[in-house]
């Protein structure tokens, strides 16, 4: 979806709506459910709004995929592209506003959509906050019961440093 910037008028454009969005970054569950208010002043574009989509992430523990609602708040600022190249180099103002650049006339608000998502998405997803993660030694998912590992007695690397500070004891 693409939003022709000359068209905006004064008063700004509300959008509220759903689309399906297909990314290579990450997986959509649902289509994505988009309220945005676009408002123009000067050669600045000013985006805000809110975003909610349902995303397949993997588990950073246990590697399990599983679905999360993603709620992403979007306050961007568009500058042309064209300023990128001007010797005048935009000061970056330090605020809240993330910063983006748009090209011509046009406005692309699937891009958009798909970059707040992504920027949303927790860096190590966690499917549970008690997620028990994979047995270091064989793999098995803790989630499901406890390994046999356990009881095979600890760890020889950790029977090694016992050792070490059983000595110190004597
Ligand atoms: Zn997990
Ligand atoms: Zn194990």
Do not use: W
């Not at 676009?38 to 399990?64: H, M, N, T, W």
């Not at 605020?95 to 406005?107: H, N, P, R, S």
């Amino acid at each position: 979806m693409k939003i022709v910037l000359s068209e905006i008028t004064d008063e700004g454009l509300d959008l509220d709506f759903e689309e399906t969005v297909a990314s290579n970054a990450i997986q959509l569950l649902t289509p994505v459910r988009t309220k945005l208010r676009i408002e123009k002043a000067g050669p600045e574009v000013f985006v805000k709004g809110g975003i909610v989509a349902g995303v397949e992430l993997q588990c950073s523990r246990c590697l399990a995929r599983f679905p999360k609602e993603i709620e992403a708040s979007v306050n961007v600022v568009y500058h042309p592209v064209e300023e990128l190249k001007g010797e005048d180099k935009h000061e970056v103002k330090e605020d809240e506003l993330d910063m983006g650049f748009y090209k011509g006339d046009e406005l692309d608000i699937e891009e958009l959509v798909t970059e707040q998502i992504i920027l949303t998405v927790p860096m190590k997803p966690l499917c549970s906050e008690s997620c028990k993660g994979l047995c270091p030694r064989c793999g098995a998912d803790l989630n499901v019961g406890a390994c046999s590992c356990a009881s095979n007695g600890p760890d020889p690397r950790l029977a090694v440093l016992k050792k070490f500070f059983d000595k110190g004891k004597e």
